[in-house]
T-cell receptor
Framework: AQKITQTQPGMFVQEKEAVTLDCTYD???????LFWYKQPSSGEMIFLIY??????QNATEGRYSLNFQKARKSANLVISASQLGDSAMYFC???????????????FGSGTRLQVQP | GAVVSQHPSWVICKSGTSVKIECRSL??????MFWYRQFPKQSLMLMAT?????????EQGVEKDKFLINHASLTLSTLTVTSAHPEDSSFYIC???????????FGPGTRLTVT
């Protein structure tokens, strides 16, 4: 079974509008962390936002927010006020287990290519 | 934030030769580094976990004799692709954990082309 599922291979959004990128995950571990990364054409992985499984509130970082619905095992990324520079590949990732004892490598989803149109 | 560098950023080599890729944590110590591989239009796949002072842990299906990993210090891990073949052409990215934080810091990646 896929650990991380991103069902949108590609998304279009108009500049200045908000967009939601979907991510669902599968784990039986009660302790885990969820990440979103942006990968522009240059290839670098840019960290956007993190949500811990025990965090009570949804994470926010500037224009990025994470809609964390634990019961549904979803961790959607919301980008508000899209900009042309947001055009890139976006990956959802998960680390399972406790930070100090669990598997620390990340498992990535297949990604969503976002294109922001002027 | 913490910085991870990779060298070289791109390399072209002939089939049968070996290529070494370096991953350095510039301003923090990393006891553990991770090596990922990304084929065009695909996601990142973990190849191995590199632990300072001990042997690397390889993911299933990754040939340890082909992809040699050395983590000789707290700031440097190297990946050597031995006897490279065209199917090894890929984007190789390392990451490192720093301090007490949850974040993984990624290097800029190395694009390997084997002709």
């Amino acid at each position: 079974a896929q650990k991380i599922t991103q069902t949108q291979p590609g998304m279009f959004v108009q500049e200045k509008e908000a967009v939601t990128l979907d991510c669902t995950y599968d784990t039986s571990d009660p302790s885990y962390g969820l990440f979103w990364y942006k990968q522009p054409s240059s290839g670098e992985m840019i960290f956007l936002i993190y949500q811990g499984s025990y965090d009570q509130q949804n994470a926010t970082e500037g224009r990025y927010s994470l809609n964390f619905q634990k019961a549904r095992k979803s961790a959607n990324l919301v980008i508000s006020a899209s900009q042309l520079g947001d055009s890139a590949m976006y990956f959802c990732a998960m680390r399972e287990g406790r930070r100090d004892t669990g598997r620390r490598a990340l498992t990535f989803g297949s990604g969503t290519r976002l294109q922001v149109q002027p | 934030g913490a910085v991870v560098s990779q060298h070289p950023s791109w390399v072209i080599c002939k089939s049968g030769t070996s290529v070494k890729i370096e991953c350095r944590s510039l301003d923090f110590q990393a006891t553990t580094m991770f090596w990922y591989r990304q084929f065009p239009k695909q996601s990142l796949m973990l190849m191995a976990t590199s632990n300072e002072g001990s042997k690397a842990t390889y993911e299933q299906g990754v040939e340890k004799d082909k992809f040699l990993i050395n983590h000789a210090s707290l700031t440097l891990s190297t990946l050597t692709v031995t006897s490279a073949h065209p199917e090894d052409s890929s984007f190789y990215i390392c990451s490192a954990e720093g301090g007490q934080g949850y974040e993984q810091y990624f290097g800029p990646g190395t694009r390997l082309t084997v002709t």
